[in-house]
């Protein structure tokens, strides 16, 4: 679903990354961590599609919210376990959202 | 491929989108944009993935080459024709990369 966020500004966290094939505890780990960043403050809303790569944009009130979700300490342990076993590469993208617009067709 | 982009400041557009049934002319001409818009100036990279969502983010020097590529005559044609046939729904958001970081695995 496309994430229902407010007027801009707002924040986008830009998390793109290549797998490993190491798959244990992945999808858990995945999953966990999607519930638990939805219950941390200033937590916006996230977007999240892979193919050859995977690309998670999560979005946030500021960067308070931001830091202290990336500080959550179940999500050190995640971030740990990522750089070990899951991606062999990613990139993490701190923005500012300055403008958006939508489209619907009814 | 992780877009391999300059240090911050860069702008950033995310455009994420739900996808119709019709099929008809859409890989060729989302192909034909990305390399169109590869060649437009300021461009410096992009990343695309689909699953029930799509998300691609392009990057670019400043908003000028952001406007600038949203203004491309084929671009405004395959704009219009997302709007009438491809997308259910989208989403574009304009915003500032104020940091990134990055991680891989030798």
Redesign the interface.
Known sequence: ???K?PA?PYF?V?F???R?NDDEDYLETALQMEKLASQSPGYLGH?????????T?SYWENLESIKNWKANLKHQVAQKLG?EKW???????????????????M
Do not use: H, L
């Not at 999240?48 to 690309?55: D, F, K, L, T, V």
């Not at 991606?87 to 067709?105: A, G, H, L, M, P």
């Open positions: 679903m496309i994430a966020t801009p986008a830009i793109t990354s290549i490993n977007e999240s599609a892979r193919e050859e790569i995977g690309i944009v750089k991606y062999s590469q990613y990139k993490t993208r701190i923005c500012i959202v300055e403008r958006d617009y939508s489209f619907e067709n």
